[in-house]
């Protein structure tokens, strides 16, 4: 699976269902962010300015109720086979 990339088949039904709500570009960061990039790495490897990895990302964090990096993390990472 490609770096940031996030699984078709997830294995938490309410994870996945909040994930189907994510456009492919918020796929794409929450993706890099759960890999541990950093805002600057996320722009340089999709072509788009920090400050839109910084919109992505707040969109991101407000349809997963993710709290913080960490906790999209431990979400995105659940979902991933092992």
Do not use: C, W, Y
Not at 28 to 33: D, F
Not at 39 to 59: D, F
């Amino acid at each position: 699976m490609p770096a940031g990339a996030l699984p078709h088949a997830a294995t938490n039904p309410a994870i996945a269902d909040r994930l189907a709500t994510l456009t492919r570009r918020e796929r794409e960061v929450a993706g890099a962010v759960a890999d541990g990039s950093s805002n600057k790495e996320i722009a340089r490897q999709l072509g788009i300015t920090e400050r839109t990895v910084k919109a992505h990302t707040g969109a991101v964090f407000h349809k997963l109720n993710a709290r913080d990096r960490l906790h999209l993390a431990l979400m995105i990472n659940s979902q991933r086979p092992s």
